[in-house]
């Protein structure tokens, strides 16, 4: 069937950009900054905990990816279907108090079982905050200039992943020197116990501050705008070949991204025998400085794709970075040195960083106003569901039975053969389908 999909909407707000969105934009980037780091933290304290509850790497692969996404996958289309009715900003502040009481949890895992679960209830806590502040950015923001908040909100994810890395690595240091600790339910507590409860703090703070300080423009004109009963499934069908392509291609992306952000600084610390501490002041500042500018450079980038390919510039922005992504995920993790492995994790997070900010573009792009909530808490429960939960997986069960602990860079290089340019043809073949103007 021939697609059918138009733009998806006039320009979001007629209004002149003020201050005040540019406040919303620094509130939702600091939101993003502490779920990402009470997300990432977990990578970083691998070695740690899989020692003290004796886990193996399928089951760290679990907790890492797993987890997160069974509720996820719940939680984001449910929560993102709330979100288009209206109350995005209670929802949200919810969702926070939700993923921080989830972290302290975590820091009272007695084994595998009891560590799944909290880090099930930081996914669900998590499944709102994508969807929620997609929405209230292009709320505020013409379509035309969305990009550059969208871009400065993505940042979020490589400023808290590098923070947990670096700052992980100082608790974990400064901790392990006066431990052990005594706490409620647990009487001797190792250090990584003691960095999810302190981590687990912030989010009280931020969850008053976004419900206190955030206003969701036009909110009340918006609930009576309310997607009708149907509209979400009529817009799938008339448009079901180009969203099924675009959806496959996000998932091939997804399992070869999720596992390389997952599981590249164990590798690090097995397959280039790294310390810990080397890993934190190497790829930690990777992991921030390359991640922020890699959204970043999603503006001018897609400005400049907009002259050349008009409509169809998101499409190109985000085949074009998972094209990329594919090649720098093959060879990141076999290169012969450890200065070119922390080499090229700068090419890898920078390419990374591009493609899943271009994916929250593409989103703005072509679905319209009234379904964006539903649809980006569908695209996040998909990827979690698939390279958030079974990249990881399939990582640790490589280790575990096919190349050795020692062999995870070549784990790693086997998922990018298989779904990096998987990932970029299905991307390119949507490109393809896609009309011009949308």
Not at 95 to 117: E, H, N, P, Q, Y
Not at 240 to 265: C, D, E, F, K, Q
């Amino acid at each position: 069937m021939a697609t059918t999909m138009q733009p998806a909407s006039a320009p979001a707000c007629s209004r002149e950009v003020g201050g005040y969105d540019w406040y919303v934009v620094a509130i939702l980037f600091s939101v993003s900054v502490l779920g990402y780091i009470d997300r990432v933290i977990l990578s970083f304290l691998v070695e740690a905990i899989k020692g003290d509850l004796a886990l193996n790497d399928a089951e760290i692969g679990a907790v890492t990816g797993m987890a997160f996404a069974v509720l996820y996958v719940f939680g984001g289309v449910f929560i993102g279907r709330m979100l288009d009715k209206g109350r995005r900003v209670t929802i949200l502040a919810a969702c926070i108090l939700v993923w921080s009481i989830a972290t302290a949890a975590s820091g009272f895992a007695t084994g595998f079982v009891t560590l799944f679960l909290a880090r099930m209830f930081v996914g669900v806590g998590e499944a709102g905050l994508n969807p929620a502040a997609i929405g209230i950015i292009s709320s505020r923001f013409p379509q035309d200039k969305v990009q550059k908040p969208i871009g400065l909100f993505t940042t979020g994810l490589y400023v808290g992943g590098g923070m947990a890395m670096m700052l992980g690595a100082h608790l974990l240091g400064k901790f392990s020197a006066g431990g052990p600790y005594d706490l409620p339910l647990i009487d001797t507590a190792e250090p990584w116990r003691v960095v999810f409860l302190l981590l687990a703090v912030p989010g009280l703070l931020v969850a008053l501050l976004v419900q206190t300080t955030v206003r969701d423009h036009n909110a009340a004109q918006r609930a009576a705008a309310a997607p009708a009963k149907g509209e979400a499934l009529a817009f799938a069908r008339e448009n079901r070949t180009l969203i099924t392509l675009l959806a496959l291609g996000i998932v091939s992306w997804s399992m070869n991204n999720y596992g390389l952000l997952n599981w590249y600084p164990a590798m690090l610390m097995r397959s280039y025998a790294m310390t810990p501490a080397l890993v934190a002041t190497s790829y930690g500042p990777a992991f921030l400085l390359a991640g922020i500018a890699g959204c970043l450079a999603v503006h001018p980038y897609h400005a400049w794709l907009r002259k050349r390919f008009g409509g169809k510039a998101a499409y190109w922005l985000t085949f074009t970075s998972m094209a990329v992504l594919s090649v720098t995920t093959i060879l990141g993790p076999i290169v012969p040195t450890v200065g070119l492995a922390v080499f090229m994790s700068y090419a890898n997070l920078f390419v990374s960083s591009m493609s899943v900010a271009s994916i929250f573009v593409l989103i703005v792009a072509v679905v319209p106003p009234t379904l964006r909530g539903l649809y980006t808490g569908l695209y996040m429960a998909l990827v979690n569901l698939t390279g958030g939960a079974f990249g990881s997986v399939l990582v640790g069960l490589m280790t575990d039975h096919v190349y050795g602990a020692k062999g995870l860079n070549l784990a790693l290089t086997t998922m990018a053969v298989v779904f990096g340019p998987l990932g970029a043809g299905l991307m390119y073949a949507a490109l393809k389908r896609a009309p011009e103007r949308g």
